[in-house]
């Protein structure tokens, strides 16, 4: 059990499209989700919060209108990076929290977006 | 915020061997995780221990939460231990884990 996909795996995309990553918990219901980017040989980096129904709670310095976030059910949350450039290529990782689990998170696999 | 942090930040060990890695965090906490992160970025839970001690086969951790600490226990490692190691506490105020530098673990054969 406890089991979050995430699409796609990876993307290549031009600069200046739009690109959106699906973060799905696969056996149970997410009262909330977590969107993460990792950097090369760093560590995970907090991005936003989002909670089913309500907006996302965005880290300082993480542009809202550049990332955005949308929480469409207890088991289903996308991030759309807009307008992609260069600098936003990275690593990124979703997961997904479930109340019955002691608030444990459980993580999706990642999606590796480079933008050209 | 809670800050985190953990050593050593590299290990190379020979397959066979125990190691200890360590995390300190500056504040309470009522959750902490441990994850290991293969080399494909999978995170995969290792952990979930705000106090006491677990055993899962060759691994066990401790966290001390009056003492702000928590230690991650890899017995007779092996090749496929190798990866990166986060903890992540949850402090008693906010929603969210902060994720520690992380310990990157290379065994070899």
Redesign the interface.
């Known amino acids: 059990g406890?089991v979050v996909s995430q699409h796609p795996s990876w993307v290549i995309c031009k600069s200046g499209t739009s690109v959106k990553i699906e973060c799905r918990s696969l056996d149970f219901q997410a009262t909330?989700m977590?969107w993460?980017r990792?950097f090369p040989?760093?560590?995970?980096?907090?991005m936003a919060?989002s909670n089913e129904g309500s907006k996302a709670t965005y880290e300082q310095g993480v542009e809202k209108d550049k990332f955005l976030i949308n929480h469409a059910s207890l088991t289903l949350s996308t991030l759309t990076v807009t307008s992609a450039h260069p600098e936003d290529s990275s690593?990124y990782?979703c997961?997904a929290e479930s109340g019955r689990?002691?608030?444990?998170?459980?993580?999706g696999?990642?999606t590796?977006l480079t933008v050209l | 915020g809670i800050q985190v942090e953990q050593s050593p930040p590299d290990l190379i060990l020979q397959e066979g061997a125990n190691s200890t890695l360590r995390c300190n965090f500056s504040d309470s906490v009522n959750?902490l995780?441990w994850?290991h992160q293969n080399p494909?970025?999978?995170?995969i839970?290792l952990f979930?221990i705000p106090s006491g001690t677990k055993q899962n086969g060759r691994l066990s951790a401790t966290t001390v939460a009056t003492e702000r600490y928590s230690l991650l226990y890899i017995s007779s490692s092996q090749t496929t231990d190798s990866g990166v190691y986060?903890c992540?506490p949850?402090d008693n105020y906010g929603?969210?884990?902060?994720?520690?530098?992380?310990t990157?673990l290379s065994v070899l054969p």
Do not use: C, D, H
């Not at chain 1, 040989?41 to 907090?46: A, D, V």
């Open positions: 406890a909330t977590f993460y990792q040989k760093q560590s995970l980096m907090l919060t690593f990782i997961s689990t002691y608030n444990e998170q459980f993580f696999p990642g590796r | 959750n995780q994850f494909w970025g999978q995170l839970n979930y986060f992540a949850r929603q969210n884990f902060v994720f520690g530098p992380g990157r």
